[in-house]
């Protein structure tokens, strides 16, 4: 999966892909060329306010507003991978703004959480996006079912 699906600003970010044996974190992603455009992740990685929504985590607190969105990214095979941060809403270009990257869901979330105000004031400023769950119900159907690549059971 490419995170330009999401409307990334950043050139060249993709989720990659691997058979699972050259993961550092025993983790499992189908490749891209195999069909399946979300891919697998096993384990699943958590967090208590990332919400899984079409291969990605939207980061909302109970019944917050949204503040950012994670995606899963490595440069290559052999890259460790790293969880990159999106505001909420679009640039000028239509496209997603990336904000940060970090080395974990948990670190990325808490970066989110620790400038919420901030995300939120920027998301203000951009154009809103079209694809974004209005709420946390929506996000929650917006997820796949069961076998959905990646984000696992709500």
């Not at 909302?60 to 909420?88: K, Q, S």
Request: charged share 25%.
């Amino acid at each position: 999966m490419r995170a330009r699906t999401l409307g990334s600003t950043r050139p060249g970010v993709d989720a990659g892909a691997g058979s699972g044996s050259d993961d550092p974190e025993g983790t499992r992603m189908w490749s891209k060329q195999s069909g399946d455009a979300t891919g697998a992740i096993s384990p699943v990685p958590e967090h208590p306010h990332a919400h899984p929504v079409r291969g990605a985590w939207l980061v909302r607190v109970g019944d917050g507003p949204a503040l950012g969105w994670v995606l899963r990214h490595r440069d290559d095979l052999a890259a460790p991978f790293t969880f990159e941060v999106y505001a909420c809403g679009l640039g000028s270009d239509g496209l997603r703004v990336w904000v940060q990257r970090r080395e974990s869901l948990n670190a990325a979330v808490a970066w989110v959480m620790q400038h919420d105000a901030e995300l939120l004031a920027f998301g203000r400023r951009l154009r809103t996006d079209p694809a974004q769950p209005a709420d946390r119900a929506d996000a929650d159907a917006a997820a796949p079912e069961a076998g959905d690549g990646g984000v696992g059971p709500g």
